[in-house]
């Protein structure tokens, strides 16, 4: 799902007939007021994983046309962090926007509130609707309307390589001061460093943050809370990580460069999602399935804490082809395609009713994140949502490099919130 807020891992598009796109197919306006059958086309933005997951989701994408082979699925991959302002800037245009985006679960109030998401009661794309998990459709709501469908959700457990674990003696750290022990033994027995943090995007740090058992905001009050000192301690506590070499990081590609040396066995241990197994599953390292072992992320002074995350499928209001877009976002959200891609990639459903399903429910990695996202931490969904973590990032990336202090780094951010959010304390 995610490389990064910047991140996993939310799917693809369907064909570029727009209204106010100035769309490509001028008879492709879903063809159900006539005969009945959708026609045209439609195009699908998917912000999955190069490499890995997006193979799957083309695919699967494509085999819509199997159900209505008079409509072609043009499925297009936008890098995650790009897709956010890359949709902003096509739907304010008018030019160039998608039928269907995969949404992070953080942009659907942001574009909802700019007018650019179609409003989906009533429509044919919320297919029995009770059967989606409620965490996952809190994100979907904008002013008491539902403008997407949750696809996958999703938290952050520590990915570790149990045969290093087993070379150093260890066992898996349950807190923040265990991971720095933990850390320090197998790098004397293995020569191995302990932890790759990820130094260059703002979602792996929320982790530390709801650890200390701080938030970035507190939405219901309207209050700026990142830079009280629970933040700072947040802050503090990822500084020091990279200070006692318990953690190495990174300020640019953190993802490529986490994900290899986890894969090549240059670290033991990484912060990540679902949406990265089937990726690390192709490393060296992992060839025996069996030597991945993921366990909750150690907990800070304030508890254990991961972040709610996800994907939805948003409709496109200025869309030619509503009717066929509304088809294609049921279906890329049923049972059936839940299932699948539970499967094939070990991305957690939305649905309840695909957890029973036999292979979701014997699919080991997914009945450890099941738990997880149960008591992840909800974000606030508010249209300012996906804009929280740039800041984040700029200041985060700077206390992990010496360029500045905690202290400095949380006010930093608490005023680019106050900027943001107007009238907010």
């Known amino acids: 799902m995610r490389r990064g807020i910047a991140a996993t891992t939310l799917v693809a598009a369907l064909g570029v007939t727009l209204a106010a796109c100035g769309g490509s197919d001028s008879g492709s306006n879903g063809g159900s007021k006539g005969s009945g059958e959708l026609s045209g086309t439609v195009t699908w933005w998917d912000t999955s994983t190069v490499g890995s997951e997006d193979k799957v989701f083309k695919q699967v994408a494509e085999d819509f046309t199997k159900k209505h082979p008079k409509v072609t699925v043009k499925y297009v991959n936008v890098p995650f962090g790009e897709a956010q302002n890359k949709f902003k800037n096509?739907?304010?245009?008018?030019?160039?926007?998608?039928?269907?985006?995969?949404?992070?679960?953080?942009?659907?109030?942001?574009?909802?509130?700019?007018?650019?998401?179609?409003?989906?009661?009533?429509?044919?794309?919320?297919?029995?609707?009770?059967?989606?998990?409620?965490?996952?459709?809190?994100?979907?709501?904008?002013?008491?309307?539902?403008?997407?469908?949750?696809?996958?959700?999703?938290?952050?457990?520590?990915?570790?390589?149990?045969?290093?674990?087993?070379?150093?003696?260890?066992?898996?750290?349950?807190?923040?001061?265990?991971?720095?022990?933990?850390?320090?033994?197998?790098?004397?027995?293995?020569?191995?460093?302990?932890?790759?943090?990820?130094?260059?995007?703002?979602?792996?740090?929320?982790?530390?943050?709801?650890?200390?058992?701080?938030?970035?905001?507190?939405?219901?009050?309207?209050?700026?809370?990142?830079?009280?000192?629970?933040?700072?301690?947040?802050?503090?506590?990822?500084?020091?990580?990279?200070?006692?070499?318990?953690?190495?990081?990174?300020?640019?590609?953190?993802?490529?460069?986490?994900?290899?040396?986890?894969?090549?066995?240059?670290?033991?241990?990484?912060?990540?999602g679902p949406w990265a197994v089937t990726d690390t599953y192709a490393g060296k390292e992992f060839a025996d399935k069996a030597n991945l072992g993921i366990a909750p992320v150690p907990a800070g002074s304030g508890g254990q804490g991961a972040p709610q995350g996800g994907h939805n499928l948003a409709v496109y209001a200025g869309s030619k082809n509503l009717e066929a877009s509304y088809a294609f976002t049921e279906y890329m959200t049923s049972v059936e395609t839940q299932t699948r891609i539970s499967k094939e990639l070990s991305l957690l459903p939305t649905r309840q009713s695909v957890y029973i399903k036999p292979d979701v429910a014997t699919n080991e990695m997914i009945s450890f994140f099941k738990p997880v996202v149960d008591k992840a931490v909800e974000r606030p969904w508010i249209p300012e949502g996906g804009s929280l973590f740039e800041p984040i990032k700029v200041e985060y990336t700077k206390v992990l490099t010496g360029q500045t202090t905690p202290e400095a780094g949380a006010k930093a951010i608490g005023d680019s919130y106050r900027k943001l959010l107007k009238d907010w304390k």
């Open 90 to 272: 096509a739907a304010q245009s008018g030019s160039g926007a998608p039928d269907v985006i995969r949404s992070e679960v953080a942009w659907t109030p942001d574009f909802a509130s700019l007018g650019y998401l179609a409003p989906l009661d009533g429509t044919a794309a919320l297919k029995d609707s009770d059967d989606f998990l409620k965490q996952a459709t809190a994100s979907t709501k904008f002013n008491d309307k539902t403008y997407a469908v949750p696809q996958v959700i999703d938290s952050m457990g520590i990915f570790y390589n149990k045969k290093i674990f087993k070379d150093a003696g260890v066992q898996v750290p349950k807190t923040i001061d265990e991971l720095k022990s933990v850390s320090a033994k197998i790098k004397q027995k293995t020569g191995k460093t302990g932890l790759y943090l990820r130094g260059d995007d703002p979602y792996w740090f929320l982790s530390f943050l709801y650890g200390e058992g701080g938030d970035m905001v507190d939405a219901e009050n309207k209050t700026v809370t990142i830079d009280d000192a629970k933040g700072v301690k947040a802050l503090a506590t990822v500084k020091d990580l990279v200070d006692s070499k318990a953690a190495i990081t990174d300020a640019t590609n953190g993802w490529d460069n986490m994900q290899a040396s986890f894969k090549d066995g240059k670290v033991a241990m990484m912060i990540n």
